[in-house]
């Protein structure tokens, strides 16, 4: 859950960081030097890991701990679809990892992960360029005495023809604010007779969702939610419901595919009070500027596409040596280490561990991630001190899906409750929220994380519902 790879521009980071970064040499570690921590991504779970690491043995110099990165800012991913729906100002929830690395004893470095030397134990990391090309940082060599991998993953756009031409991910804070921006843009256009006409001839704006996994479904929800929004204050002059037209498009036969039937039924339902228009067993075969086609023949129009059909492991994992699933990922073992390298972990979703429960894979979900990020933190410990590693057990503690302001749905798993519970509504909204204000406490601490709820629930008194610019 990291956007540690790609190439996108890079955000200035501050002159004495760059400073310090360039002097970092691959030197072997010397008998008193401290144990050498590198983990690459900065995601929900690799930002919990050095935080945590930083403040009980960064702080201590039983470890130096370090955090790669390709961006100079973290958010919590799961957020992006708020962020594109412009429910969510970025500005507001980003944490810069200099500041997170001054607060909390770990380093940080900008750059992207190229690749491992395993004989050498150094990483290589690409330079960092500014907005304008030029070279922020030079390419680097970074030693490590135990490396971990948490880069997490990549949209999948499955080689459709068009699909990487014409359809918006949201892997990235610079992707969801650029569909913000088309979305608001295509609604101006629309009112004042830019854009298409429906068959009744009033204007029309389509948004079409590609993938009813939980990032499809959230979004469609939220936008319902932004066009009300955006014509209270008068950008538009469109039917919130009648002229804004959203459609969700799914392959399989049933949308939130990776939850139990009644979730899906329900928040079908749901969607379709919202009306959102909702397609099932539709194979997307093409997507073009301004429709997305499938297998059966439906042309749907689209001003705007949204792919959220799937992901994949980066393609940097392939080249590193190590093994790898099918879906890339690097394959570990019980102890979320590398089958042939037990100086390198990785955890997140860009790697496989095993669910020996479900004789499958820890799924790709942020709560895996964050009960990985515990569980190495102890594993760091144990291996610094000379002890045998514990092995990890996933617990799985259920699904959520939030539609925005108008419910939540999901379901409750655990010991607790002696099996399954499907919940929704206002209970459900408040187990959403809580799981993002436990990531703010992982990453701050409780007073931390009160004061930046009463923060932005403050903020939110003095600003509109939607980011209107």
């Known amino acids: 859950m990291s956007n540690a790879q790609g190439r996108e521009e890079s955000a200035p980071i501050p002159t004495d960081t760059i400073a310090r970064d360039a002097r970092i040499d691959s030197a072997p570690r010397s008998a008193n030097q401290p144990h050498r921590i590198v983990v690459v991504g900065g995601g929900a779970g690799g930002l919990e890991l050095v935080t945590r690491l930083g403040d009980k043995l960064g702080k201590s110099r039983q470890a130096h701990v370090t955090l790669v990165d390709r961006m100079p800012t973290h958010i919590w991913k799961p957020l992006l679809h708020e962020v594109a729906a412009g429910s969510m100002d970025p500005n507001t929830h980003q944490l810069e990892y200099v500041a997170q690395a001054r607060w909390h004893h770990f380093e940080f470095q900008q750059g992207e992960l190229t690749g491992i030397d395993r004989a050498r134990k150094v990483i290589h990391v690409a330079a960092c360029v500014d907005q304008d090309g030029e070279e922020l940082l030079p390419a680097r060599d970074l030693p490590y005495d135990t490396l971990v991998l948490a880069i997490g993953c990549v949209t999948h756009f499955f080689n459709v023809p068009g699909a990487a031409e014409h359809a918006i991910a949201l892997d990235t804070v610079d992707q969801a604010e650029r569909f913000r921006r088309k979305l608001i843009a295509a609604c101006v256009r629309a009112q004042n007779g830019r854009g298409r006409t429906g068959e009744d001839g009033r204007p029309r704006v389509d948004v079409a969702i590609i993938g009813a996994g939980a990032t499809g479904v959230e979004l469609s929800a939220e936008l319902r939610n932004t066009a009300h929004v955006l014509n209270a204050y008068g950008l538009h002059q469109l039917d919130p419901r009648r002229d804004v037209r959203i459609h969700i498009v799914e392959a399989g036969p049933r949308i939130l595919p990776a939850l139990s039937e009644r979730v899906s039924a329900e928040t079908t339902k749901l969607l379709r009070k919202l009306d959102v228009d909702v397609f099932t067993s539709e194979r997307v075969t093409e997507v073009t500027s301004d429709a997305v086609l499938t297998a059966s023949g439906k042309h749907v129009d689209a001003d705007l596409t949204v792919w959220a059909a799937g992901i994949t492991a980066p393609g940097v994992l392939r080249t590193l040596g190590l093994p790898v699933s099918k879906m890339g990922q690097i394959v570990v073992g019980p102890t979320l280490q590398s089958e042939v390298d037990p100086d390198i972990f990785a955890f997140g979703d860009c790697a496989a561990a095993p669910w020996p429960e479900k004789q499958t894979s820890v799924p790709p979900r942020a709560q895996a991630a964050h009960q990985q990020?515990?569980?190495?933190?102890?594993?760091?410990?144990?291996?610094?001190?000379?002890?045998?590693?514990?092995?990890?057990?996933?617990?799985?503690?259920?699904?959520?899906?939030?539609?925005?302001?108008?419910?939540?749905?999901?379901?409750?798993?655990?010991?607790?409750?002696?099996?399954?519970?499907?919940?929704?509504?206002?209970?459900?909204?408040?187990?959403?929220?809580?799981?993002y204000r436990m990531h703010v406490m992982a990453l701050h601490g409780a007073i931390g994380m009160g004061l930046d709820t009463v923060t932005h629930w403050l903020r939110s008194k003095t600003s509109p519902r939607v980011k209107l610019h």
């Not at 144990?382 to 999901?410: Q, T, W």
């Not at 409750?417 to 909204?429: K, T, W």
């Open 373 to 435: 990020a515990t569980f190495l933190y102890d594993a760091m410990r144990a291996r610094l001190a000379g002890k045998p590693l514990p092995r990890f057990g996933f617990k799985d503690f259920g699904s959520l899906v939030s539609l925005g302001h108008f419910s939540a749905v999901g379901s409750l798993m655990g010991g607790l409750i002696g099996g399954s519970m499907f919940i929704e509504g206002l209970m459900a909204r408040f187990m959403y929220t809580s799981l």
